[in-house]
């Protein structure tokens, strides 16, 4: 159900229309993508899902993102030409290195990743999305430490900052990809 939930809420995103433009089968597709990211969190990750699933968020503890790469070639991605097409691998890997170059430049040092965060579209503004933030917030201030985020969903950007997330960094990506917004939630002081 998570993949699912996460594959419906993403469908309204900047990056869907960018990666998979015209796309008939994009659940399927998002789906593909969502299944890879959901087996890299089950590893060295935490993933956590409410409401049955309808609800899901991805987090990577700190030091995981170096090892996000090698996490995502033993949990399917060198499939991913077969399942999303040339176009959309190559899109899909321009929009990961403007995340990359976003996020080295944003932040340094130990923190959480927040990797995704989804509501099922039936159930938004039920609070599940700001519980699931909630607490995983609360994980990285409990070990003093910052969450970082990005987003390519300008709605989003309010959101997290009632949060407590600040924007800290904008890339707009190659291709006529859309914005990425970066955002920190710094340390408890």
Known sequence: MAEETLARAFEGDPMTPYIFPSDPDIQKR???VFRVELRCAFRPGVAEVIGGGKA????????RMKGALAEM?????LLAP?????????????????????????ISGDHWYLLALAVHPGHQGSGWGSQLLRHGLARAQSRNLPSY?????PKN???????????VGERSVAG????VWGMLCPAAA
């Open 56 to 63: 899901v968020t991805i987090w990577l503890p700190p030091g």
């Open 176 to 179: 006529g990809g859309p914005t």
């Open 73 to 77: 070639l033993g949990s399917g991605i």
């Open 82 to 106: 077969l399942r999303l097409g040339l176009g959309a691998t190559w899109r899909g890997t321009l929009l990961l290195k403007s995340i990359q170059e976003l996020h080295s430049r944003s």
């Open 149 to 153: 985020l990005e987003t390519t969903n």
């Open 157 to 167: 950007i309010a959101f997290y900052q009632r949060h407590g997330f600040k924007l």
């Open 30 to 32: 998002l789906r593909a």
